[in-house]
């Protein structure tokens, strides 16, 4: 029996929408089934008060059209969620996309089918819909995970993750918040309403380097210029190793004399965006030497902004070089903490005991809330795959597949299960760089293989093992070169709330998106090698 659809996408975030534009060129029966109430993703969920884009807006918006490109007008260098979310949904509208989305629409369990070469998609609304191909498009961090602490369901004022920050205004004026965690997310949060509750408790486990943001609006005429250099904007970032308008400095920190290697990096702590961290010298991410240098740079701008010496100090990570984690960046982020409502409680010094009703209890004293808000992270790019049941072939789950080390082909495809295409999976190009434009190439990709099977007359595709196992010792060999791969973060798929995730696991792809995109291309190039089609 022939599937009901060709292509089901799960996702409609910005790799789900690109994917639903693309394979309608191809004239197939396309739907994408998306858990939200409307099209966004990670920027339809994540609704705090402060969440903005670390990229510049304009090296974020989809390439692809030129209309699309002449008639957006970004207001900020670095826009705001409402404004991204806005222009999500105003290209699902321009393209007419909505008409093939199925919003609302949690998928619980997909399951392959050998002999009719289908997949069977189950949806928690207990519908049940065929496809020959299935995409994922589900995000990188779409998988909130909450702390493992006795007694958040005790709490009797409003709390919640940020990811599932409520769609209707929640008033934090005059109210004494908590917030548990400090990476990007709760660095944007902190520094956007430390100036707005009556009081603000944040409990740190381990601070991050974060580092000035920088953000400005965007004149009409900035934008006008803008606009005439997209071509040249998105060459750039195609030849950067992060996708962005940032690349590394080639020269050595050492080779640079002492005088002339502190000028550049003034210049760059007072630079817009990831400029700090990807366009600083190449070896500040490589090599431990030069990384302490750097690191100790950014310490004492730590110490030059933090009134109390005992505060900046446990602002301070002293576990992990500048640049090993994701580096938060923030618009006056230190500065909250020379505010007399401010307080910085260290959980290593005084670690929570529990939630209570009434608040959050250390091994000192109870702290009293109105609101407590929880930026502890995601169980990053593996998660999302988790909450579903994927049933391959011979009944293999990927689930358990993928529970000590994500294994994929090229970040595309698992061996087992077939007709699979894991788009912004695990130990892909598209979720180590600046996602739209790894996305759009991932994307390009998979919908030229689609094509390409059925001109050949082919309904089902499968890497092999060996091809698998290339892939994966190259993507570990891609993390043995920086620092990175020895700090505990997402990136190396560590999190302390998940059974069986607090060790270093090769989530991502680091050999840079120009380096990824020759293995794409190669591999198409030799008729898809790695693939056995049939
Ligand atoms: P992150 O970067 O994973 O940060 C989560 C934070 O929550 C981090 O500071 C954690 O401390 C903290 N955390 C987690 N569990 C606990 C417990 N049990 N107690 C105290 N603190 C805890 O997630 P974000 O949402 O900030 O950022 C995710 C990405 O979104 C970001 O990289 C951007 O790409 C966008 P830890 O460091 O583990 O000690």
Request: proline share 5%; glycine share 10%; aromatic share 12%.
């Amino acid at each position: 029996m022939e599937p009901a659809y060709d292509v089901i996408i799960i996702g409609a975030g910005v790799c789900g929408i690109y994917q639903l534009y693309r394979l309608r060129g191809l004239n197939l029966n396309v739907t994408v089934l998306e858990a939200g109430s409307g099209p966004g993703g990670t920027w339809y969920w994540n609704r705090y008060p402060g969440c903005r884009f670390d990229s510049e807006s304009w090296s974020y918006g989809y390439s692809f059209s030129p209309e699309l490109l002449e008639e957006w007008d970004w207001s900020e260098h670095f826009a705001g969620q409402p404004e991204t979310l806005r222009y999500l949904e105003h290209v699902v509208d321009k393209f007419d996309l909505a008409r093939d989305m199925q919003f609302n629409t949690k998928v619980e369990r997909c399951t392959w089918d050998e002999d009719s070469r289908t997949w069977t998609v189950e949806t928690a609304d207990g519908r049940s819909l065929t496809c020959r191909f299935l995409m994922t498009a589900i995000g990188l961090l779409s998988a909130p995970t909450m702390p493992l602490l006795e007694g958040t369901e005790d709490f009797q004022g409003p709390s919640f993750h940020t990811y599932y920050w409520p769609h209707e205004p929640v008033e934090l004026g005059g109210k004494r918040v908590g917030i548990i965690g400090t990476g990007a997310t709760g660095v944007q949060l902190i520094a956007e309403i430390a100036d707005k509750v009556a009081e603000l408790k944040v409990f740190q486990r381990r601070p991050n380097w974060c580092a000035p943001l920088h953000n400005s609006k965007i004149t009409p005429e900035e934008m006008a210029d803008i606009r005439s250099r997209y071509d040249e904007i998105f060459a750039r970032c195609a030849e950067t190793p992060g996708g962005f308008i940032h690349g590394p400095d080639r020269r050595k920190m050492a080779d640079v004399p002492e005088e002339e290697r502190y000028a550049f990096w003034e210049k760059l702590y007072a630079s817009p965006g990831f400029g700090i961290w990807l366009g600083n010298f190449r070896d500040v991410l490589m090599d431990s030497e030069a990384n302490a240098e750097f690191t100790e740079f950014v310490a004492n701008k730590i110490r030059e902004r933090v009134n109390d010496p005992v505060t900046a100090e446990k602002l301070i990570p002293t576990d992990h070089g500048f640049g090993t984690r994701r580096v938060p960046m923030e618009t006056r982020y230190y500065e909250a903490y020379n505010r007399d409502n401010v307080q910085l409680i260290d959980v290593n010094d005084t670690p929570i005991e529990r939630i209570t009703a009434k608040g959050v209890k250390t091994s000192d004293q109870e702290y009293e809330l109105d609101v407590i808000i929880y930026a502890t992270g995601f169980d990053a790019i593996t998660g999302a795959f988790d909450r579903i049941d994927f049933i391959g072939r011979d009944g293999r789950k990927l689930r358990d597949k993928w529970s000590d080390n994500p294994i994929t082909y090229l970040g595309v495809q698992a061996e087992g299960f077939p007709n699979l295409v894991t788009l912004a999976g695990p130990t892909g190009g598209s979720v180590s760089t600046n996602f739209p434009r790894g996305i759009e190439v991932g994307v390009d990709w998979a919908t030229e293989l689609v094509q390409w099977m059925l001109e050949h007359g082919y309904s089902r595709i499968e890497p092999t093992a060996e091809a698998e196992e290339e892939w994966s010792d190259h993507v570990a060999d891609m993390y043995s070169m920086l620092l990175m791969r020895n700090a505990k973060s997402w990136f190396t798929g560590y999190n302390s709330n998940v059974a069986g995730k607090d060790k270093t696991r090769f989530l991502i792809y680091n050999g840079g998106a120009p380096r990824y995109r020759r293995w794409l291309d190669e591999c198409a190039a030799e008729g898809y090698k790695g693939f056995v089609f049939g």
